[in-house]
Nanobody, 123 residues
Framework: QVQFVESGGGLVQPGGSLRLSCTTSGFTFRNVAMSWYRQAPGRERELVASITHTGVSTTYTDSVKGRFTISRDNDKNTVYLQMDSLKLEDTAVYYC????????????????WGQGTQVTVSS
């Protein structure tokens, strides 16, 4: 059974930092690209950052470039999202998911999602 367990969210002031983790099981993590998504209230889920299976290549949506860093540990089946210089508009529930192959341009492999982790940026 595929599982995504996101953690690390919380309440932070603008300009602050958080590090999110997503621990996975039920598939061969080291073989596939991974992505972080977020969904703010009243908005559709959006892609935030992606990483190839080895971690060599990453990509980010424009609004988080230079502030967020995606990384992974294939021995721990875990993908991370370091979020710095947080802004009010980063407030959302953050999720991870797996792609079908090693390249993050491939479709997502699974239709299921974890519970997500809430990130709230507020002064």
């Amino acid at each position: 059974q595929v599982q995504f367990v996101e953690s690390g969210g919380g309440l932070v002031q603008p300009g602050g930092s958080l590090r999110l983790s997503c621990t996975t099981s039920g598939f061969t993590f080291r073989n596939v690209a991974m992505s972080w998504y977020r969904q703010a209230p009243g908005r559709e889920r959006e892609l935030v950052a992606s990483i190839t299976h080895t971690g060599v290549s990453t990509t980010y949506t424009d609004s988080v470039k230079g502030r967020f860093t995606i990384s992974r540990d294939n021995d721990k089946n875990t993908v991370y999202l370091q979020m710095d210089s947080l802004k009010l508009e980063d407030t959302a529930v953050y999720y991870c998911n797996a792609h079908r192959n090693s390249w993050y341009g491939s479709p997502l492999q699974f239709g299921s999602w974890g519970q997500g982790t809430q990130v709230t940026v507020s002064s």
